[in-house]
């Protein structure tokens, strides 16, 4: 059943349409009874009678016309209702028929338009009035003039400055890049007009990064990256300069590091806050704070500079009611300045007395371990040098022994090899040396009193060098090398001259 027929229906029974509903029971036929008590179960607080009921043989639905009297609950509004646990019922609202025409409101073509339509016009009205000279020049500041000329002229920007506000202008500007080239180049002059020029001679298709990259390179610090990075590192809060001034100082060169490529613009928020509780003074309120945050977490840009304000803001309310100051002695920093130009209060931290006596007694403990090593380096290198003399004093005497070994195995291998003689089987113990001319013990063959009277004596050959695994008396002999002839000779004429 649809709504036109519910309301042929509701109007055949004499029922208002705005105070009835038909229901369309999927299960087979319900007692009025019934229907009354599941009704009433889901509105109790409205009553309502049973207008008709109507059952449907070929599909076995039964249809319930339904009428309350103040009004149709919001339960019975939707398009079904769940009349019991197990049966859900199809709502159906006489009010609104679909074939009446009259209730049927006329399209506009505003209801044609959608909301993509919209933005698409939207988008090309943007991009036409860009192109539009009134629009390129409406609501933009030009930037301020620079030259690049030391010392500053009175009235003009320094470097640093104006370079910092033409970035964050170049990003901000939403133009063609022909209109972002020439905005920067309308407010050069002087050597910084020279400087671009000579780039626009030597590169073609230049954009406005270049332009700034350029002047950049001639004008700004010569540092380099790992240069600035070191100084960032060294630079220390001063005596008396609050928080929010000492963040201002590590910005200025952090940024310097950025245009150098020197830390990934992801990691910024990292570095300074790392540096902020590198370089603060050791007793800093607000350094104190940052450190006894919660899980000590590194805090982005926005965050940090809130709670360091909040911090001082409180510190002052607290002790400007006792007419005290957080820092004793405030300082005037000159931003135009740089770091070179103080070193010492730049980069030496302060140190308390307690501090000082810290670091005096580390360094005398440390020169103690030092001495302490001197001492013993020194004592290891007097033993070792007494081992290398012992080393060399019994090499000496291997050596010694060698010779007195070598000299002794030549006499054992003369007396046996060329011997005619018996040896003799026992020698004195009083002998203290052997004559090779006479073979006799107790002198040697300078001494030799035969050798004086002129007989022939016998010189015994040179024996060879033995191999020192064979030891028996045949290997020995065949060993024996044969004599010289230098030798044999002067054994001729010895005998020449004793016939």
């Not at 370079?163 to 170049?170: F, R, S």
């Not at 570095?271 to 309120?285: F, H, W, Y």
């Not at 045949?474 to 090398?481: D, G």
């Amino acid at each position: 059943m649809d709504p036109d027929e519910a309301a042929e229906w509701c109007k055949a029974q004499g029922g208002q349409l705005e105070l009835s509903v038909v229901m369309d029971i999927p299960v087979g036929t319900w007692a009025e009874e019934q229907i009354r008590l599941a009704v009433a179960a889901l509105a109790p607080d409205q009553r309502g009678f049973l207008a008709d009921i109507k059952v449907n043989p070929e599909t076995s639905h039964t249809y319930v016309l339904f009428e309350w009297r103040k009004g149709v609950p919001v339960c019975f509004q939707d398009v079904s209702i769940q009349l019991t646990d197990d049966v859900e019922v199809r709502l159906i609202q006489p009010s609104k028929p679909r074939g009446d025409s009259a209730n049927i409101p006329a399209s506009s073509p505003l209801a044609m338009i959608g909301p993509e339509f919209i933005a698409a016009i939207g988008d090309l009205v943007v991009k036409c009035q860009r192109a539009h000279p009134s629009y390129i020049s409406f609501g933009y500041r030009k930037l301020e003039k620079i030259s690049g000329n030391l010392p500053t002229p009175a009235g003009e920007e320094t470097f640093e400055e104006w370079v910092e506000q033409a970035m964050q202008a170049l990003d901000e500007w939403d133009v063609s890049e022909a209109q972002k080239k020439q905005r920067i180049t309308e407010s050069l002059k002087g050597p910084a007009s020279e400087a671009v020029r000579n780039l626009k001679l030597s590169k073609r298709d230049c954009t406005a990064l270049d332009y700034l990259n350029i002047l950049q390179e001639v004008f700004g610090r010569t540092e380099k990256a790992a240069e600035l990075m070191y100084q960032y590192e060294h630079t220390y809060q001063k005596r008396g300069e609050k928080m929010t001034e000492y963040m201002r100082r590590l910005d200025k060169i952090l940024y310097q590091v950025l245009l150098k490529k020197g830390t990934d613009p992801t990691t910024v928020d990292q570095v300074r806050m790392r540096q902020i509780l590198k370089g603060a003074l050791p007793l800093d309120p607000v350094m104190l704070q940052l450190r006894t945050r919660e899980g000590n977490k590194e805090l982005n840009y926005l965050e940090l500079i809130r709670v360091v304000r909040e911090e001082e803001a409180l510190l002052e309310e607290k002790l400007g009611r006792r007419g005290e100051k957080v820092y004793a002695q405030p300082i005037e920093y000159n931003e135009c300045s740089s770091d070179e130009e103080d070193p010492e209060e730049t980069y030496e931290p302060e140190i308390t007395q307690k501090s000082s006596n810290q670091v005096y007694g580390e360094i005398q403990k440390t020169l103690a371990r030092v001495q302490e090593a001197q001492v013993k380096m020194e004592q290891t290198h007097t033993d070792l040098c007494r081992t290398i003399l012992k080393v060399v004093e019994m090499q000496t005497e291997i050596l010694k022994s060698l010779s007195d070994i070598r000299t002794a195995a030549v006499a054992v291998v003369s007396d046996r090899g060329f011997s005619n003689e018996p040896q003799e089987e026992s020698v004195p113990s009083s002998s203290w040396g052997r004559c090779f001319a006479c073979r006799e013990f107790g002198h040697f063959k300078a001494q030799c009193p035969e050798r004086r009277q002129g007989g022939s004596l016998y010189v015994p050959a040179r024996p060879r060098r033995s191999s020192p695994w064979r030891s028996d008396p045949m290997s020995r002999e065949e060993n024996v090398c044969p004599q010289s002839p230098r030798m044999r000779t002067r054994v001729r004429v010895q005998q020449t001259g004793s016939t």
